[in-house]
């Protein structure tokens, strides 16, 4: 069973209800979101009979669902969109959408310093940059780990950016969420369920990402995951889904999943459009599509030097490559379902 509170529910009238719940020998469990307070009931076997809850002022809705998923669809959490705000007034899934660029990994200091320069100096606010990297080789560079940290704290300080980095196991979740904005948990460990769980435990902002053979039902479980332990505040993205091995395409990105997930679930869809190509070239394409298709923001990896990267530097677009991509972003906002929103100097 599911209590959904009504907007601006007090502390005391939710703690009533939570003691309503336990003294009637179930277990109740709080989800706090920016557009509600629900109340998760668990250990129930048979239908709770709600007319024991009359007494309690605050409820808005009381809904019955024996299914295996119940905070994922919109319609049983009242039917309205989760904005999720990370900070320096960005919110995701209200009327912008929002460019989080940078590189594939954080190289030196340096580097990321020359990015968020550049990238704050085009109005854009969240940086990325992997700390971590799940690669797909033992082999391949794996991230700076811990020195990285230092090197986002600063620009993220310096240039007043929004920070997402990716979380790979519990060690580099708790020190991320003392330091990035956002948490992100990368394609392949969508299915991570013990990591999504801390992750619903924490109070971050997290973007998962679908994985590569994920069907939406798929990810949904992953979502439930997270939202069953508390944590309302999740930005979804598509990064393409595997369909052929051995053919020139990496992943294809689900354009069409994009409108059924909006029209399904309650939290924001951005695309992330450099993981699906491995070909810059292909990035400017893909990006007005997702823009066509009512996305909440764009995920596109950008590098100082994409031909010396150290991860991901085929799909990497430089300087120049993201200014060109820009401008063609600026002619499709005002088609786009959401125009995007770049900031100004002193924003
Ligand atoms: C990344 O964002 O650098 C990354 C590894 O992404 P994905 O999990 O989508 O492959
Ligand atoms: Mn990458």
Redo the contacts with the bound molecule.
């Keep these: 069973m599911l209590i959904v509170m009504r907007l601006g529910a007090t502390k005391k009238q939710i703690l009533e209800v939570v003691q309503g719940i336990e003294q009637i020998g179930y277990e109740a469990k709080i989800s706090k979101g920016a557009q509600r307070s629900l109340i998760l009931v668990h250990g129930n076997i048979g239908y709770i009979d709600e007319s024991y809850f009359k007494k309690y002022s605050g409820i808005r809705d009381i809904i019955h669902i024996s299914k295996r998923l119940k905070l994922v669809y919109k319609e049983n959490v009242g039917g309205v969109d989760s904005v999720v705000d990370i900070g320096n007034n960005i919110r995701f899934n209200e009327k912008y959408s929002h460019i989080i660029a940078g590189p594939?990994?954080v190289e030196s200091k340096d580097m990321i310093m020359e990015t968020a320069d550049f990238l704050h100096s085009r109005g854009i606010r969240i940086m990325?940059g992997?700390a971590f990297?799940?690669?797909t080789s033992p082999y391949s560079f794996q991230g700076l780990k811990e020195k990285a940290l230092e090197y986002i704290a600063e620009a993220a300080h310096k240039y007043n950016m929004k920070f997402v980095s990716?979380a790979v196991d519990e060690y580099s979740l708790s020190l991320l969420s003392e330091i990035v904005d956002v948490i992100?948990?990368?394609?392949?460990?969508?299915q991570n369920y013990s990591l999504l769980k801390k992750c619903g435990t924490i109070d971050k902002p997290i973007l998962l990402?679908?994985g590569?053979t994920s069907s939406l039902d798929d990810l949904y479980v992953s979502l439930e995951y997270i939202l069953a332990e508390g944590n309302q505040r999740i930005i979804v993205?598509e990064?393409?889904i595997r369909v052929f091995e051995g053919t020139k395409q990496r992943s294809i990105i689900d354009l069409l999943g994009i409108s059924d997930f909006k029209e399904e679930c309650h939290l924001p869809m951005i695309v992330?459009t450099?993981?699906a190509t491995r070909d810059r070239n292909k990035v400017p394409g893909l990006t007005r599509a997702a823009m066509a298709y009512g996305c909440d923001g764009l995920?596109i990896?950008v590098h100082p030097d994409p031909d010396k990267a150290l991860?991901?530097g085929p799909q990497s677009l430089s300087f120049n490559d993201f200014d060109m991509l820009l401008i063609e972003m600026k002619k499709m906002s005002d088609l786009a379902t959401k125009p995007i929103k770049f900031f100004k100097e002193d924003e």
């Excluded at 992100?184 to 969508?190: D, E, F, S, T, V």
């Design positions: 594939c990994s990325r992997g990297k799940p690669r990716e992100q948990i990368g394609a392949r460990n969508m990402k679908r590569f993205c990064r393409g992330d450099s993981h995920m990896e991860s991901d």
